[in-house]
C-alpha cells in the first residue's frame, strides 16, 4: 500500500495495491501494521457505512469530546472527501484538505482526531465507510457550515447540494467557542 502526505500534517492518503482481471478485483483495505507504521497507533472501535446520492453532502462535521479518527474510502461510487484542522491553536488551524475517493483507485483518508470531515457525492450513488477510532456520540456531535468563507473549501459541486437540516444551521467556524473546539 502506498501512503501518501497531503498538505494537512497527520492527514494521509492511502493507495491500495488493486488486483484486478476478468473476473473483477481484489485488495487489502486494513492491515494493522501499515497503520502502525505510518503513525496510526489508535484501535479502531466502531465501522459505520453510509449511502447517499449525487450532491448530497454531509458535513463538516467532529465530536468533541471524543475526538474520533477515521480512516474513511468509498466502496461504490465516487465523493469528494475534506477533512479541515480545527484544533485550536494549530498552526495549520481552519485549512482543509480535499480527496477524490471512489470504487476505481479504492483510496481511503486518514482524518485524525481534531479534524472535522465532510464529502460530498458526485457519482450517481456513493457508498461509503468509515472506520473510527471513537463512539459516536450524538451528545457530543458538532459541525460547522460547508461553505465557511474563512475555510473555502473548494467544493467541486456547489449549487443543487442537498444538506441535513442540522447541517444548513451550522454555524461558522470562528463562532464556535474555542472551549468547544480541540485543542493542539
Not at 485550536?88 to 480535499?98: D, R
Not at 454555524?171 to 467557542?177: F, G, N, R, V, Y
Amino acid at each position: 500500500m502506498d501512503i501518501k502526505e497531503t498538505t494537512l500534517d497527520g492527514v494521509l492518503l492511502f493507495k491500495p495495491k488493486v488486483f484486478g482481471d476478468t473476473r473483477g478485483f481484489f485488495l487489502e483495505t486494513y492491515r494493522e501494521s501499515v497503520l502502525k507504521d505510518a503513525g496510526i497507533t489508535l484501535p479502531f472501535v466502531q465501522d459505520n457505512h453510509s449511502r447517499s446520492r449525487r450532491g448530497i453532502l454531509r458535513g463538516v462535521h467532529f465530536q468533541n469530546p471524543g475526538l474520533m479518527g477515521k480512516l474513511v474510502r468509498v466502496t461504490r461510487g465516487k465523493v469528494f472527501d475534506v477533512a479541515v484542522d480545527i484544533r485550536y491553536g494549530s498552526p495549520s488551524f481552519g485549512q482543509w484538505t480535499g480527496h477524490v475517493l471512489d470504487d476505481i483507485d479504492h483510496c481511503q483518508l486518514w482524518v485524525p482526531p481534531g479534524f472535522a470531515h465532510g464529502f460530498v457525492v458526485l457519482s450517481d450513488d456513493a457508498d461509503f465507510v468509515y472506520k473510527c477510532t471513537e463512539y459516536y456520540m450524538p451528545e457530543n456531535d458538532a459541525g460547522f457550515r460547508w461553505d465557511d468563507p474563512d475555510v473555502d473549501i473548494d467544493w467541486p459541486l456547489k449549487e443543487g447540494l442537498l444538506l441535513s437540516e442540522k447541517d444548513k444551521k451550522a454555524p461558522l467556524l470562528k463562532d464556535i467557542p474555542k472551549e468547544k473546539l480541540p485543542v493542539y
